[in-house]
């Protein structure tokens, strides 16, 4: 296979490096005027080597790799430098010597595997073509994408080869995607976000049989992330990428673990990591914005955000200075990065008051909710009876398909349960819709949605939306609203010249600010934060997890905070519940949650997070994906996955959420003392 | 993307979004070819009387060649074709869009309530849509004469009525989509009445459709009003209608001697249908880019 692609793609020289980018400037070309993306930049990936790409979304991570490949979008233009894959020269080719090279040398793998299959073709058929393409006649080229899928470890591939994209799940899907870029065999496999919209667990499972197979087929692999645990969990060296320069670059642990420039020291800091937890400490945040792509950025890029900056930073471009052991950071205060002082304080101005526990808010008893599809009974909530207590943060974490949003959606009232589920708000009943609800219920539960761009209406302007809120939610008018407005505007710091715009001229944060400040209107007692930072990158989600743990501390409220990153939930949780398949597997404190004994789906969950200073801790894998809610399996609904399972019990009975500690809820057959000594050796380490 | 909107905001967006579709649309050589032939048909609607020949003064000429005199001949009555070409912009050119904008509000009205409640709502009137669908203009519109009497506002309401449901269809599919956006959800959870969901929170956002829809409608409006006039449906003689003024004179194409009074009418109608497609193609490419 191998050498049959050498001999049509030209003889590259044996020592090449799989890709060279040599002080590559790239420019979009917006309404007449080029906008530099990529500042000179250059970077080399070695063959065999992984090297990973990371920065928040801006800077230019994606327009590299498509630059890698000279697929830059029609207003993409390339100003000057070098792009060469596998020793040839990307630039100097024309028409068919550059799809050849594409065909056969280089691979993508994109974010959104729906996307990147087919519809309405059969994944066998799609799978087949790229052999056809190498030249494989149909029946040996069907036998091939056969063997290839069985290397992508899907279990049963004949079965799988029949069926459309639409019908595989999303871990599966990108599986398929993997195996079309696997089968050319390239020299460079380009991985854009390729587990981004997955689930950590199903993302645990594609980053293994990524690691496996670039073992098996000594591809080179350019990682395009920014999720900073997932590069330095997949990569071998790294780059920082800030406003389309290379600001940090060497091996992934040296930078991880010891940084040198300040947009490294602050991008680690923003992590909630180590157990940290908002009783502790707020984040650390980045000040200020990336900047524009093509502003003019005569010193270093990153001088406007970093406290360091002085005059030298802002008229002189640091060069690449080399650290120690191919470790190469641009700032001229590299030896002091680490020292960089901190963006918001450490220390609590005055210590919080641990929470008056005791009154629960809400109280959900056996919340079932069934969906009629095709005419079978879908339990997307099967009884989940909890209770969340005044001022505390409740965490719901579960894989997706869990019924985590279904359960918020029943507490809004946007979607009615089943009959015989109750609700009950500071002990007065609750009814099952919004529309039925009294005013003072309405106000009392309100929701930060994950997606700030269709949570706000684009066509109103930010003091349209909170002010509507304040007219409807706390019945303001005139005066007394436009005072509470501003003072609105001032709790979730958002600076008050916002107030005359609409949405799309803000940034991701500062909308979802807007939406904060939206749900807090009508001061509630309840607040359902549905993946309020999913869509946010890492400096910009600490700033919200510090504003909605500050608001948190200043009112009293509650949270429901359902999210599939189990470090942020941990940073801002009191409790954490765990749902599978709609049903409750363990309630808990949060440390009693992370910490050992742990229900055995819990364990997997936590083991399947990479983290930074992760290192090889063993993984709990779970067989499979998660069951369809139409059919849940009998006995306990997660016995067909479950890496300790006892035996036919498992298979027959479900076993009860039983307070096996007190405070501690657990569905399951293994005693807790058997659990915390097979659990004991394998300590998760935080997330 | 992300990163342009990063930068902390100097204008309005709103102001800055309605400059660049200005901005495209004043480089959208379609939209410029259309503006300039609609804007020539509305100057003639608008100054006929004050500069040209009065569209109903005879002479002794009937159905006469053109010449000095008579740019575009004279019709078989001996009143100047080209006079009665330039003012018969004016009935069209209120009427066209008087009907597509009663189609327009009824059927944005309709596709808003469609879209928004679904359901049995949906069902209802789904269903209502296609029974009108399915009816000729034809013979919507020789009932409605029937039973009203040709004239103007007849016209106008048997177009506009015809052209609701059309229109209804494509705001239905856009709130479809709109609908499911938690901006919508975040109003149902403030107990937001209907109204005020639909008008003040969705209707804003699908309003690119509808103008699209709107410019594309005009389009047709003029063809289906030229028809019906053609046809006799229409607006009653002895207007100047490009529409009747064919009617009466096809009958003369025989023999090949009288083509001018027909020809240049008909031309005209399809410079106007052209004109405003050209509109319509530009402003919705706007939009889109």
Not at chain 1, 101 to 108: E, G, K, Y
Not at chain 1, 606 to 612: E, G, N, Q
Not at chain 2, 26 to 43: P, Y
Not at chain 2, 55 to 72: C, K, Y
């Amino acid at each position: 296979m191998r050498e049959a692609i050498s001999e049509t793609a030209g003889e590259p020289p044996a020592s090449a490096a799989a890709l060279e980018v040599g002080e590559l400037d790239v420019a979009y070309r917006v309404r007449g005027v080029n906008r530099q993306v990529l500042r000179s930049l250059s970077f080399t990936i070695a063959a065999g080597e992984s090297y990973g790409l990371v920065g928040e979304s801006g800077c230019g991570k994606s327009t590299a790799a498509l630059a890698a490949v000279r697929y830059l979008p029609r207003n993409g233009r390339v100003l000057g430098g070098s792009v060469s894959i596998a020793g040839r020269d990307l630039l100097a080719m024309h028409g068919e010597e550059l799809r050849r090279t594409r065909a056969s040398d280089v691979s993508m793998v994109y974010q959104d595997p729906g996307r990147a299959l087919n519809p309405s073709i059969q994944v066998g058929r799609q799978v087949a073509e790229v052999y056809e393409i190498a030249g494989a006649k149909g029946g040996e080229a069907r036998a091939q994408a056969e063997q290839m899928l069985r290397k992508v470890q899907i279990a049963d591939p004949g079965s799988v080869m029949r069926r459309y994209p639409h019908q595989l799940s999303g871990g599966m899907q990108q599986r398929i995607v993997i195996a079309m870029a696997l089968a050319s065999n390239p020299a460079l496999l380009i991985l854009d976000e390729p587990t981004t919209g997955l689930d950590a667990t199903v993302e645990a499972e594609v980053l293994d049989l990524v690691a496996t197979l670039r073992q098996e087929f000594s591809s080179s692999v350019l990682f395009i992330s920014h999720n900073l645990g997932v590069i330095s969990k997949m990569c071998d060296r790294v780059g920082v990428l800030y406003a389309g320069k290379l600001v940090e670059e060497g091996d992934a642990e040296t930078v991880f673990n010891d940084p040198h420039h300040p947009y490294t020291v602050g991008l680690l800091r923003c992590l909630p990591r180590g157990g940290q937890r908002k009783d502790h400490g707020r984040l650390d945040t980045i000040p200020g914005f990336l900047p524009v792509p093509g502003a003019d950025l005569p010193g270093c890029v990153f001088a406007e955000r970093c406290a360091f900056a002085d005059d030298r930073c802002r008229t002189e471009p640091p060069p690449p200075v080399d650290v120690g052991g191919g470790h190469t950071s641009r700032c001229w205060y590299h030896e002091k990065a680490q020292s960089l002082p901190r963006d918001t304080p450490s220390e609590l101005p005055e210590v919080a008051s641990p929470v008056t526990a005791g009154r629960p808010v809400l109280r959900a008893g056996a919340v079932s909710k069934t969906y009629r599809q095709a005419g079978s009974d879908v339990h997307a909530l099967a009884g989940v009876t909890l209770e969340i207590l005044a001022g505390e943060t409740l965490g719901l974490v579960g894989e997706s398909g869990s019924g985590k949003t279904t359960f918020a959606r029943c507490l809004l009232g946007i979607t009615a349960p089943d009959e015989g589920s109750t609700l009950e708000l500071d002990d007065q009943p609750l009814a099952a819709t919004t529309g039925k609800r009294s005013g003072e219920q309405v106000r009392a539960i309100q929701i930060v949605f994950q997606n700030p761009d269709s949570a706000l209406n684009r066509r109103h302007t930010v003091r349209r939306i909170i002010g509507r809120a304040l007219t409807k939610l706390a019945g303001l008018k005139g005066d007394a609203r436009e005072q509470r407005l501003q003072e609105l505007t001032r709790s979730v710091k958002l600076a008050e010249r916002f107030l005359s715009v609409r949405p799309s001229s803000l940034s991701g944060g500062l909308k979802q600010r807007v939406a904060i400040a939206r749900a807090f209107a009508g001061n509630p007692k309840l607040v359902v934060c549905d993946e309020p930072t999913s869509a946010l990158d890492v400096s910009v989600q600490a700033t919200i997890l510090n504003l909605l743990a500050d608001l948190q501390r200043d009112q009293q409220v509650s949270y429901l905070f359902i999210s599939h990153d189990l470090g942020v939930v941990r940073y801002l949780s009191d409790r954490i519940a765990v749902l599978y398949l709609g049903r409750l597997m363990e309630v808990a404190a949060a440390e009693v949650v992370f910490a050992a004994p742990h229900h055995p789906y819990t364990e997997a969950l936590l083991s399947a997070v990479p983290t930074i200073e992760g290192g090889d801790r063993p993984r709990i894998k779970l067989e499979g994906d998660i069951p369809s809610a139409a059919d849940p399996p009998s006995g306990c609904v997660f016995h067909t996955r479950c890496p300790r399972r006892l035996g036919a019990i498992c298979d027959e009975q479900e076993p009860p959420l039983a307070e096996v500690e007190p405070g501690h809820l657990l569905r399951c057959h293994i005693p807790i003392d058997d659990l915390r000594t097979m659990q004991s050796g394998s300590q998760p380490a935080p997330a | 993307m992300s990163a342009i909107e990063a930068a902390a905001p100097t204008r309005s967006a709103a102001s800055v979004q309605r400059h660049e579709t200005l901005h495209v649309l004043a480089r959208s050589k379609t939209f410029l070819a259309g503006a300039t032939i609609v804007g020539f048909w509305v100057l003639c609607a608008i100054f006929q009387a004050r500069f040209f020949q009065d569209p109903n003064a005879l002479s002794v000429h009937q159905l006469a060649s053109p010449s000095g005199s008579h740019w575009f001949g004279t019709d078989r009555n001996g009143r100047d074709t080209f006079a009665r070409v330039i003012a018969g912009a004016r009935d069209i050119l209120e009427i066209a869009p008087a009907a597509t904008l009663l189609g327009t509000v009824l059927g944005t009205a309709l596709g808003l309530v469609m879209g928004y409640f679904r359901g049995i709502v949906d069902d209802v009137l789904g269903r209502l849509v296609d029974a009108v669908l399915s009816l000729p203009v034809v013979i919507v519109a020789l009932l409605a004469i029937v039973s009203v009497g040709p004239s103007k506002q007849t016209t106008i309401l048997v177009v506009g009525f015809v052209f609701t449901p059309l229109i209804a269809r494509t705001v239905r599919s856009a709130v479809l989509s709109e609908r499911e956006l938690e901006y919508v959800s975040a109003a149902q959870l403030r107990n937001e009445r209907a109204p005020y969901i639909l008008f003040a929170e969705i209707l804003p956002n699908v309003l690119q459709p509808v103008i699209v829809e709107f410019t594309v409608r005009l389009g047709y409006a003029v063809f289906t009003v030229a028809t019906l006039s053609f046809l006799g449906f229409g607006i009653p003689p002895p207007s100047p209608d490009w529409g009747v003024q064919v009617a009466d004179h096809y009958g003369f194409l025989s023999g090949g001697f009288a083509v001018w009074p027909v020809l240049f009418p008909s031309l005209a109608i399809a410079s106007l249908v052209i004109g405003v497609s050209l509109l319509a193609d530009g402003i919705a490419q706007g939009f889109d880019g």
